[in-house]
């Protein structure tokens, strides 16, 4: 008797929940938690300090919650968030918890969600069983403002983020609150112009509109590529980034959202060496890059690119493309970084022909480029 193959088990989707500190990450939790949609969720919870006390607020406290106590995720994120999610794996396997279809990790207001984003995309044996599904940032209404203004590590949770959550606008109950509120959804947009933004008090953060920000319509199952890269708002807040005067010292006018695109197929081999050479020279102020790419040698079969800082999830392959735009289009949200910069490296290794500018030849065929760069 023949016995049917076994599939490997489908990745589960994880979830960041971010947000300054008090932002209100573990009073959303707790109302996302008494969801029914979400009864199948297990939750990870770093906590910062000695004495852990996040864990004493979530109510949905069990074997399905893991808490991460030794640290801030950033920096101990290694040891910390693979062995809970490890631990997660074994107990949900071992029968000792039920089968869990979500994860949803809580981090402390002060983490760089990025270290945490890494291991999500790289490590060996986690990425079988997890992918990243998406970043929810938080906002507190009333001091969103100061908070950007005076914690760049808020800006940066802000700008790599898939969905942000005003919380407390129920306090917005004076004129300067309102204006104040006006002033975060403007920087909101232009920080992280693909994200839409939600309102907490108003009821819209549930969970059909924070979770599944990945790139499959979780209904549908199919790829959903402009709803994922949200490149049409990018383009228009980069639009009006461009009409108004800014201060290069604020944090907010530090980080740029841009997109390149190119009608043309491009070999693989062109695409490989931009990223390289994008990776290698701007590596951490590379916020965040999200891409469909039409490759000369498969163009009826779009590459997905990925990636967080200098760090790239391995490129995955669609089947088809899945609309009528069968551009290669790259969203990329920088840091310190003119988007002029880039996008004439990437007009140069695409071959699109500009005065003035080296093409791509003449950057690799350079003995002073980069070795990874040479031909
Ligand atoms: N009025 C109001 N208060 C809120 C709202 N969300 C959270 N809070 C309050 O804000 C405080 C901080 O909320 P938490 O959920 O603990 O915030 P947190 O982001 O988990 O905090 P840390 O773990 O310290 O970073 C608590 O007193 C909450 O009751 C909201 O939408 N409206």
């Known amino acids: 008797m023949s016995e049917e193959p076994r599939l490997p088990p489908e990745p589960i989707p994880v979830t960041l929940l971010t947000g300054f500190l008090g932002a209100g990450k573990t009073t959303l939790l707790n109302r996302l938690l008494q969801d029914p949609g ?24 069990d074997d399905a919650t893991v808490l991460l106590a030794s640290g801030c995720l950033c920096c101990n994120v290694r040891g910390d968030l693979v062995e809970g999610l490890e ?17 949803v990790i ?49 800006v940066r949770q802000a700008a790599i983020s898939d969905r942000i959550v005003l919380t407390k606008t129920d306090l917005v109950d004076t004129p300067e609150r309102e204006a104040s509120l006006t002033d975060l959804r403007a920087r909101l947009r232009r920080l992280a112009p693909g994200a839409p933004v939600l309102d907490a008090a108003k009821g819209e953060a549930v969970p059909s509109t924070l979770f599944d920000a ?20 990018v383009a228009e807040a980069e ?3 461009r009409a108004h005067a800014h201060d ?41 890059l999200k891409g469909i790419v039409k490759l000369v040698e498969d163009p009826e079969h779009p590459l997905v690119l990925h990636g967080v800082q200098h760090v790239l999830h391995p490129p995955s392959q669609l089947a088809a493309w899945p609309d009528e735009d069968r551009r290669t289009r790259l969203v990329m949200i920088v840091r310190d970084v003119e988007p002029a910069v880039i996008r004439r490296l990437f007009d140069a290794f695409m071959g699109l022909p500009a005065p003035d500018q080296p093409d791509r ?10 070795a990874t760069m040479r031909r």
Do not use: C
Request: hydrophobic letters at 45%; glycine letters at 6%; zero cysteines.
């Open 38 to 61: 979400l009864a199948d969720t297990a939750v990870l919870i770093n906590e910062f300090g000695e004495i852990g006390l996040d864990h004493l607020l979530v109510q949905h406290f």
């Open 87 to 103: 631990q997660l794996l074994r107990r949900m396997d071992n029968g000792v918890i039920p089968p869990f279809r979500r994860v």
């Open 106 to 154: 809580e981090t402390t207001g002060l983490a760089d969600p990025a270290p945490i984003l890494h291991v999500l995309m790289m490590h060996p044996y986690l990425v079988l069983r997890f992918r990243l599904d998406g970043v929810v940032t938080l906002v507190d209404a009333v001091n969103g403002v100061g908070t950007l203004d005076e914690h760049p590590e808020s």
């Open 214 to 233: 990945g790139l499959y319509d979780p209904a549908t199952k199919i790829p959903d590529v402009s709803r994922w890269l949200a490149d049409e708002a």
């Open 239 to 241: 639009a009006q980034h």
């Open 248 to 288: 290069a010292n604020r944090h907010d006018d530090r980080i740029r959202a841009f997109t390149v695109a190119t009608e043309a197929p491009v070999s693989a081999a062109a695409i490989d060496m931009f990223l390289e050479l994008v990776r290698g020279t701007h590596g951490a102020k590379l916020l965040r």
């Open 361 to 370: 030849i003449a950057m690799t065929d350079n003995p002073l480029a980069p």
